[in-house]
């Protein structure tokens, strides 16, 4: 079998043309994955004298064994390609944005009388997706902007027209309470319901001053009509919207659709901002912190971001402003960089909350630096479980009570194989009855990430149950309702063997006894214990001293609850001065006190 030719003879007769070339090492494993419009120049210029390199791009340069390169017709197709083979295989030296999460979206369904609803999952339904929003609140805000304006339907129901003819459907609640206008009984037209969507398109879209012309107009009409009732209700939505589009960053109504990124590089990462910009509103703002794993060029860096973040956020802004020229090559759009007027104005505040998020980013590095041992463990553990990424964050969940009295819960976190102390959470058990670790798992797996999401919270790496399979159940259902299934990695460490169980797989993974992976997450899973039991203890001992303050007569629940603020102690209230107890209680009450401490003595 023939020998592969040297390297070097690869790379000179590599074509000087536009395509995308793969670095491959001894076991086939994808190096790393770039585009070129010159493959020849571009391949030879890592080839270069060491003295010239980085040493990061040296060590990779040591570890190619294979070069792989495939033409394309021009840049633009150059670039498609990389992206797409960048994140089918996500090679270890190309840069990487540490961004994977998931952001939620406002469907409009593809449906008879559409409902509009938040999601977190795109699917291609024939439905219509705005967004993504980076905040939760922003899209907490549209849709209870939406309800404010429009009365749509909430329900699932499958409203066909032969369905609602024969009076299949019934009204619900939301029609007494005047959310909805009954479609399902016939009692809304579909042109009025339309109309209404059409005009929260043009609200999602930005658009507010077409959708408030429109309204004005309409009103005029109505008035004319003396319809005065419907006029009242339309003077009510303009003046609704209107407040709602002064609370936006305007900066210049002529400047209609652009995206704006600005970047501040170092040496091991990069640090970019996005503003979209519609109808001179700032529509949304997202910032991204990127690894780099060679001295890759800021013109590079920025292209790369700016083609993610378009096709992740699907702009279809015909302009981008950036503060140098990217390598990037988008057909039908326009690259500006300003140096005077409004849209230098745009630029510099980019270049502000950039700056923002680059400080914000460095110190909390500053404050929070893995030692080389806990990486490595952290490491392991990722490997050990199959993870996708390294867990940097985790969170155990562990359910306390006795003999279902007084049932809590808690949650631990670590942070770089740390414990994070002031992140700890305890619950009470709010919608269970009795002692069902499996609905109490539900419920506070459901409430810990609801409120993460509502108040955009950190979302672990790892969530840790302490319990078996029905445990881990309760919890990915959990997950599954708030749509973070599958964003996030879950397991259960079972005490009885310290069996991990993983969704979906029936066969539970056995770690060595002696792993530093096992050893971790029984760390954890221990201090999730302790943390439960120390408060399960606290609350049932303030309930059996809120039972013995009951056994003294004549005080009633609001003297109770002051003595369990003031001193929690039955025999520190005993020996309490009379003039405290009256201070706290008043005069009656502490007369009553003392008067049960007094018999208690006298009775011995």
Known sequence: MAEKPPLVDLVNHLPG?????????ANGEILYIGKAKNLHKRVASYFNTPDSRHYKQDVLVKKIVEIRYILVENESEALLLENNLIKEYKPKYNILLKDDKTYPWICIKHERFPRVMQTRNYIIDGSEYFGPYTSGLMV???????????????????????????????????????????????????????????????????NYHQVILHLKKLMGRYAQEMRFEEAEVLRQKIEILEKFRGKSTIVNPKISNVDVFSMIDEDQFAFINFLKVVNGAIVQAHNVEIQKFLKERREDILGYTIYQLRDRFKSTAKEIIVPFKPDLVLTGVAITVPHRGDKNKLLELSIRNVTSFRNDRVSLRDVDKWTEQEEALLIKLQRDLRLSKIPYWIECFDNSN?????????????KSARPFRQAYRHFNIKTVD???????????????????????????????????KGQLAAAVKSLKKLELYGNIAVISIAKRLEEIYIPEDPIPLYLDKNSSSLRLIQRIR???????????????????LQSAFKEIPGIGEATIEKLLKAEPDMEALKNMPMDALIALVGNRAAGKIREYFLKGVQSK
């Open 402 to 414: 006795l003999q279902g009295t007084n049932p809590v819960a808690s949650c631990v976190v670590f």
């Open 140 to 206: 907490k805000t549209l849709l209870g902007l939406i309800r404010q304006l429009y009365r749509l339907r909430t329900c699932k129901l499958s409203l066909n027209i032969a369905a609602i003819e024969k009076g299949k459907f019934r009204r619900c609640l939301e029609f007494h309470l005047g959310n909805c206008k009954g479609p399902c009984e016939g009692l809304q037209t579909e042109a009025e319901y339309e109309e209404s969507v059409s005009e929260i398109k043009d609200i999602l879209k930005g």
């Open 526 to 544: 221990d201090e999730a214990h302790r943390f439960g039991i120390t408060f399960h203890k606290k609350k049932r001992s303030g309930s059996q």
């Open 17 to 25: 043309k536009p395509g995308v070339y793969q670095f491959l090492s």
């Open 434 to 468: 009795g002692p069902n670790d499996y609905a109490s798992m539900e419920e506070i797996v459901s409430r810990r990430y609801r409120r993460q999401l509502e108040e955009e919270g950190i979302l672990p790496d790892l969530i840790i149950i302490d319990g078996g």
